[in-house]
């Protein structure tokens, strides 16, 4: 069976998105968690076609566009990346955004403002337009919260190490520079990596991490890894590692929320102030933390998080299983 992709390519702060403008499946559920959940299970294979190589690569990220099921929405996105398909995503939030705007996939009711639906939870939106250009889009993410602190680790290289987890949408270790972690600025992008692969799969064995409200969201997905700023203006500067081999280009949006529900946690972060966070590549996203909330007994944050994206290509994919073995994608 051959099927057609109509896909438009941007990069949020050096990350890429590829919004899925056409051609992606009709799903069931009452939400976007519960479709997140029949897309894995019937059309995963969509995924893995659009976003390993050879049509994608260890860092691609994507999305795809549903009509909202409350209509006080304005849009509801299905989140598709080399890890699976995430919960939330920050960096994919708004580079789908920019392209939605700028390309007029979405007509909001109140223009400047949108309320996305994702599998994480409801997502408020507000973005800038020069003409046509957006040049801005800040969400306000989901509850985010600390979930646990100085737990240990045992990573073959580096030896113990002691992290915290939280969570902006996904589930994070959090590694701070420490006797046998100097800070991310003395190590190559490869080891973090190697590194990450390791200790996620040992913390996700000794720990268990469950979100209070929604159950399918579990698991430690993440490493973020800290140390010094480039820029002695940002508040901090991290590299996260994703899926199987990758490091986020932009300094995403999920670990920014976790990271802040961290420092707020440890009270280094106040309600209301400025958070400029720095991705591996060095380029920014403005966090704040706007509310105090509880979220089933446990004191967390709703975090905004601001950066942009451009638009570069529009790119028509065919996946053919009938007639190309690399269809559905591999991974090296
Ligand atoms: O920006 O939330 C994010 C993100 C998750 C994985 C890669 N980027």
């Known amino acids: 069976m051959s099927k057609t992709f109509f896909c438009i390519d941007a990069h949020t702060c050096g990350n890429p998105v590829r919004l899925v403008a056409g051609g992606g499946p009709e ?131 580096l030896g113990m190490l002691t992290f915290d987890v939280a969570y902006g949408g996904n589930f994070y270790a959090i590694v701070d520079p420490q006797p046998n972690f100097e800070g991310l600025e003395h190590y190559t992008a490869s080891q973090l990596i190697t590194w990450s692969q390791t200790i996620r799969k040992l913390i996700n064995e000794q720990y268990t991490f469950v979100h209070p409200a929604d159950p399918t969201i579990n698991g430690c997905s993440h490493v973020l890894w800290t140390g010094k700023t480039i820029d002695p203006a940002a508040a901090a500067r991290n590299a996260v590692f994703y899926g199987d081999k990758a490091i986020d280009r932009s300094p995403c949006g999920t670990g920014t929320s976790a990271r802040m529900a961290q420092w707020h946690a440890k009270g280094k972060l106040k309600k209301g102030e400025d958070f400029v966070h720095e991705s591996f590549i060095g380029s920014k996203f403005t966090g704040r933390v706007e509310q105090e909330v509880d979220l089933n007994g446990i004191k967390a944050i709703i975090p905004s998080v601001e950066g942009w994206a451009k638009v570069f290509g529009y790119n028509t994919i065919k996946i053919d299983a009938e007639d190309d073995p690399y269809a559905h994608g591999f991974q090296v």
């Open 27 to 157: 799903l069931v559920g009452a939400n976007m968690s519960e479709k997140r959940q029949h897309f894995l299970k019937e059309f995963d294979w969509i995924r893995t076609g659009l976003m390993f190589e050879p049509r994608g690569h260890d860092m691609m990220s994507g999305s795809i566009l549903y009509s909202p099921h409350d209509p006080n929405n304005d849009v509801a996105v299905l989140f598709i990346e080399t890890s699976g398909c995430l919960p939330m995503c920050g960096h994919g939030t708004i580079g789908t955004i920019t392209i939605a705007i700028e390309e007029g996939l979405i007509q909001p009711k109140i223009p400047g403002v949108i309320r996305m639906e994702a599998p994480a939870g409801l997502v408020w939106i507000e973005y800038k337009q020069e003409g046509k250009k957006v040049t801005s889009v800040k969400l306000t993410n989901v509850a985010s919260y600390l979930a646990a602190q100085d737990l240990q680790v045992r990573c073959p290289d």
